[in-house]
Nanobody, 112 residues
């Protein structure tokens, strides 16, 4: 069955960096777009960005452009979300998605 397992979350100070990973299994990983989403407390889940099957294009929500980078390693069935210059408003649970499946999420907290 399809499984998506996120990791790499944690507590970081404003201005810091984190790299999240999403390890996938149960499908032909290299054939699918993968998205990263986040859900802040009290808010709806939003798309952070996505990456094409081959990794040749990515797109991002405006609020993270220039700070976040999505990449993938199809040999490892893994997608990454590199997050730099983190701010408190980046706090939330981060999920990866291969439609219609979701991972369990990983908590990111940006606080001093």
């Amino acid at each position: 069955q399809v499984q998506l397992v996120e990791s790499g979350g944690g507590l970081v100070q404003p201005g810091g960096s984190l790299r999240l990973s999403c390890k996938a299994s149960g499908f032909t990983f290299s054939s699918y777009v993968i998205g990263w989403y986040r859900q802040a407390p009290g808010k709806e889940r939003e798309l952070v960005g996505s990456i094409s099957a081959t990794g040749d294009w990515t797109n991002y929500v405006d609020s993270v452009k220039g700070r976040f980078t999505i990449s993938r390693d199809n040999a490892k069935n893994t997608v990454y979300l590199q997050m730099n210059s983190l701010a408190p408003e980046d706090t939330g649970v981060y999920y990866c998605r291969k439609s219609p499946y979701w991972g369990q999420g990983t908590q990111v907290t940006v606080s001093s």
